[in-house]
């Protein structure tokens, strides 16, 4: 069993910055890929970005290509998500989830194995 703790959600302007963190307790995250999704009120839950077990391999939806990174830290039992040039697009709530399956290029919400309880994101214009 894995405990996942999203942590940095809050305000921010457009154009501004956030910090997300998720913190994983149970087991060593290394042996996940860790995902992000987000979802916004009534809207489906949508895939943001994902990294693999080593950290060397990162995808990222289209949408946040280039203004959201994603990192890890195995040690830590920590993955971050830093979010720059944020846009009122971006706020819903930001959920991290682990996938004990194997790395590709599918991140769907029904492929992952555990989710924390999200974080929420606001963006105001």
């Known amino acids: 069993q894995v405990h996942l703790v999203e942590s940095g959600g809050g305000l921010a302007q457009a154009g501004g910055s956030l910090r997300l963190s998720c913190a994983a307790s149970g087991r060593a995250v290394g042996i996940f890929d860790m995902n992000w999704f987000r979802q916004a009120p009534g809207k489906e839950r949508e895939f943001v970005a994902a990294i693999n077990r080593s950290g060397g391999e990162t995808h990222y939806a289209d949408s946040v290509k280039g203004r959201f990174t994603l990192s890890r830290d195995n040690a830590k039992n920590t993955v971050y998500l830093q979010m720059n040039n944020l846009k009122p697009e971006d706020a819903g709530v930001y959920y991290c989830?682990?996938?004990?399956?194997?790395?590709?290029?599918?991140?769907?919400?029904?492929?992952?194995?555990?989710w924390g309880t999200g974080t929420p994101v606001t963006v105001s214009s």
């Open positions: 989830a682990a996938d004990w399956g194997s790395w590709g290029t599918a991140h769907s919400p029904s492929g992952m194995d555990y």
